[in-house]
């Protein structure tokens, strides 16, 4: 008798590899870093060090999200002083 996919039980591990891949999208997601399965498990990948960092010791790490906001708001700043001297020739 042949089996079928549907009637083998999923390996632990595969699970856990899936898990942590779904939890690390979920960290770059909420934390605005640039998302790249191949850096799961790379410990010399910038990012997956922060995702660490939060999820097995739980210090703080930097939001991105906040970090481009506020050079969003001092570009825009400058941008407008640039607008306000700039007077259009015809």
């Known amino acids: 008798m042949k089996t079928t996919q549907a009637n083998?039980?999923?390996?632990?591990?595969?699970?856990?590899?899936?898990?942590?891949l779904d939890n690390y999208r979920n960290f770059c997601r909420d934390y605005g870093y640039r998302f790249d399965e191949r850096d799961l498990y790379d410990h010399k990948s910038?990012?997956?060090?922060?995702?660490q960092k939060l999820h097995v010791?739980?210090?703080?790490?930097?939001?991105q999200w906040e970090l481009d906001a506020e050079r969003f708001k001092e570009q825009e700043a400058t941008r407008g002083n640039r607008n306000t001297n700039y007077q259009r020739t015809r």
């Open 8 to 20: 083998k039980v999923p390996n632990p591990q595969t699970v856990k590899v899936f898990d942590d």
């Open 46 to 51: 910038y990012v997956y060090r922060q995702f």
């Open 57 to 63: 010791t739980g210090k703080a790490v930097k939001d």
